[in-house]
Structure formats: C-alpha cells, structure tokens
C-alpha cells in the first residue's frame, strides 16, 4: 500500500543524526558546444526547447516502512537559490528531493506511526566567470558559469505519540563549471546529467543509512 503524503514547511531544518557525506563529482565541460547559442541562462528565446524527462525513481524498488503514512516536508528555503539558477536545470533540486520522497518510500501498514521525510537542502547557486580579453581570446578561452548543487533530507520514523523511534539523513553536493555562452538545450541536457549523479549519490547514502540503522521497520 502506498500512502505518501507532502506537505510545505517552513520550519527552520533541525540538527543532522545519522551518517552523512559529501561527494565532489567532476566537471563536465560545454566548451565544443552550442557556440552559437542564445546567450546566458534565462536569457529569452523564440526557439521552442526539447523537454528534458523529469528525474524519478520510479525504476527503483521503493522502501517500505512498516508506518501507517509517509509525510514528505520540504523544508527548504525559496530564496536558497536565484530564479536563474534553478531554471537552468529541467528538474531543479527540491523538485528531484520531491520525488525522491515519492518515488523511493511507501507507508506498508504493518505497524503504526509515521515516516517524516524533511528535505533539509535543496539548492542550486550560479556563478558567472570573467568574460576573456585580449591574448586570452585570442587562444579560445571562454566564459564560464560553474553551478553548484547541494541537496540534504532527514528521515524521521515516530511513534503515534510524537516520540522519535529513529532518524537516518544523508547528503550530496557537486559543482560544474560550463561555457556561459552554450545553447539552452545543450545546457539543459548537462546540467541535467549533472542533476541525476547528485541524486543517483544522495540515493545510494540514503538508503544505505535506511538500511543500515531502520532495517527492523522495513516491510
């Protein structure tokens, strides 16, 4: 059975139990790409842009907990990233932690209480390098964007009562750096790749802190 409830938060993140870590995953360069492209992210198009499939989970065998429902709470601050920067990837980071949540647990009512998923982290920052001058255009160097992605989330399991039965949390970062001047969609495809190896690392501490501390609640 599968009861998934999501519900917006506001509350400030609460403090890390469980394992954690962060990964540093290698830049992927744009430079050969899109060298006649529409210009910096967010900048206006006429040209329709190809959809990009969204990130699920959908593949994966879910993790059932022997709760009554799961509660996904993204606590995440709006602000954490710029507009720019979130639109830059088809699926920005909250909406991947959100289905992450969705996809991956199921409520098996085996038991009774609740499963609490807190996105804790979910935030893309653009920075934009010096445009070249001089000698240095001359030889091909570019502007570059490097984006920097961090996602975090808490699993709490409790009793009826409110009272905490156990808490894993895990995390995942990368940064990537591409050519400022690279079409939308060759932009979109890679900053989507990179998106899904942030995710594919969060999924794999995830539920490897699941399975190492909550294993006696999963059906």
Known sequence: MRFVRTEPMTA???????????????????????????????CASNTPIQQVPEIRFQDEE???????????????????????????????????????????LEAEPLGSGVARYRITQASVARELGDRPSGTDRLFGAEQRQTFTVRVAAELEVRRNDGGLVNAVSANSWGQESFAADADRFDLQRATDAFMRRVMADFDREMEAAIRANIANLLA
């Open 62 to 104: 879910p993790l059932r907990i022997a709760v009554d429902v799961v509660d996904i709470m993204d606590e995440t601050a709006p602000e954490a990233s710029s507009p720019e920067a979130r639109g830059a990837f088809p699926t920005p980071p909250h909406k991947a932690m959100r289905n992450w949540g969705e996809d991956r």
């Open 12 to 42: 400030a993140p609460a403090s890390w139990t469980g394992s954690r870590r962060s990964v540093l995953i290698g830049g992927l360069s744009l430079a050969s790409v899109g060298l006649g492209g529409v210009g910096l992210v967010g």
